[in-house]
């Protein structure tokens, strides 16, 4: 069996070492081109790379993009904190290569998100999204609680009011949903227990990924198929 040859930006930081141990292992892939920092382009290297899995910083995306569209190479992204100018860059690079961009690669966030279609049918309620993570978090409030609270404007056709975020210890990611009446109170809560969560879900869209034609897809994507419900 080939095995997909990953390359893995920002390999070092508290994601990348997660994603090694997974795709170590995990019989169908190799760790083929763990990038570090500041570490020198080897473009001959980066021919042979079927798929990127990056997690690093927003100034890294443009490098990244063009990098692997230099070799029609997919790019897996989980980086957070992006501006319209990085969400730009998505759209432009997708039109030549595969591009699967999620503020959160976990499972159950993909499908708490589908779930918050739901809530059209009560859009009369008051919403509030409040999200915790740990202290060493750059980003406030948090990419996953951006999605969502996108996502759920969109069901409940109204501007809600901005997340609540909350930073402390060493949470992994616990993001809640408040839908409130004057008679009931409905909470759908998400909680990560490990930071494996994400980076099992990065590698599922890697593998998924290398199949795709060049286009901007997401982690619903990987369970549903581009633009099913
Ligand atoms: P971290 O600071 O521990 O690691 C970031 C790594 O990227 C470091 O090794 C750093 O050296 C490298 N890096 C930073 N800028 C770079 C650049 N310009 N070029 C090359 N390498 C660069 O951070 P982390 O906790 O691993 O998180 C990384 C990103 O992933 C953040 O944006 C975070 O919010 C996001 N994240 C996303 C998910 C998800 O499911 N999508 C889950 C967790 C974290």
């Known amino acids: 069996m080939k095995k997909t040859k990953i390359g893995v930006v920002g390999v070092s930081g508290r994601m990348g070492q997660e994603?090694?141990?997974?795709?170590?292992?995990?019989?169908?892939?190799?760790?083929?081109?763990?990038?570090?920092?500041?570490?020198?382009?080897?473009?001959?290297?980066?021919?042979?790379?079927?798929?990127?899995?990056?997690?690093?910083?927003?100034?890294?995306l443009k490098d990244v993009l063009k990098r692997a569209a230099e070799h029609?190479?997919?790019?897996?992204?989980?980086?957070?904190?992006?501006?319209?100018k990085e969400k730009d860059l998505l759209s432009q690079y997708a039109k030549k290569i595969p591009v699967l961009w999620s503020s959160n690669m976990s499972l159950g966030v993909a499908v708490l998100n589908e779930a918050l279609k739901s809530l059209s049918a009560?859009?009369?309620?008051?919403?509030?999204?409040?999200?915790?993570?740990?202290?060493?978090?750059?980003?406030?409030?948090?990419?996953?609680?951006?999605?969502?609270q996108e996502n759920l404007e969109k069901a409940v056709q109204k501007k809600l009011p901005e997340p609540v975020a909350i930073r402390g210890g060493g949470i992994f990611g616990v993001h809640k949903?408040?839908?409130?009446?004057?008679?009931?109170?409905?909470?759908?809560?998400?909680?990560?227990?490990?930071?494996?969560?994400?980076?099992?879900?990065?590698?599922?869209?890697?593998?998924?990924?290398?199949?795709?034609?060049?286009?901007?897809?997401?982690?619903?994507?990987v369970l549903f198929g581009k633009n099913k419900a």
């Open 122 to 148: 009560i859009s009369h309620f008051d919403f509030q999204i409040e999200e915790l993570h740990h202290n060493r978090k750059k980003d406030k409030p948090s990419g996953t609680a951006i999605t969502l």
């Open 72 to 84: 029609k190479t997919p790019v897996v992204c989980g980086t957070t904190g992006f501006s319209k």
């Open 19 to 60: 994603i090694v141990k997974v795709i170590e292992a995990n019989p169908r892939c190799e760790l083929f081109y763990p990038l570090h920092r500041d570490e020198k382009w080897d473009s001959k290297k980066a021919a042979k790379v079927d798929v990127w899995i990056d997690f690093s910083s927003p100034e890294a």
């Open 177 to 221: 949903i408040y839908s409130m009446s004057d008679e009931e109170v409905l909470v759908f809560e998400h909680t990560a227990l490990n930071r494996t969560v994400f980076a099992k879900g990065a590698v599922q869209a890697a593998e998924w990924l290398v199949k795709q034609k060049p286009g901007l897809y997401q982690i619903r994507d």
